[in-house]
């Protein structure tokens, strides 16, 4: 997928109100993880990093 910050950003925004991962979330925290750059704000940032780490320790204790 291309990358695209105004659906990035759309998409933050979307996860504020509803904090569920989809797709584009997940490409961007990979996306973060290969080059470092964050791009948006840390406050933006911050609820889609511990979501996502919930999601890891929750399938690591279920496995």
Do not use: H
Not at 1 to 12: F, I, Q
Not at 17 to 23: A, C, D, F, V, W
Not at 30 to 44: H, L, T
């Amino acid at each position: 997928m291309e990358w695209n910050a105004e659906s990035v950003l759309d998409a933050l925004n979307d996860f504020e109100r509803k904090p569920e991962l989809n797709p584009l979330l997940e490409e961007y925290l990979q996306r973060i993880a290969k080059n470092g750059e964050i791009v948006f704000p840390w406050c933006k940032l911050k609820p889609l990093l511990k979501k996502k780490l919930e999601v890891v320790v929750d399938e690591f204790y279920e496995t």
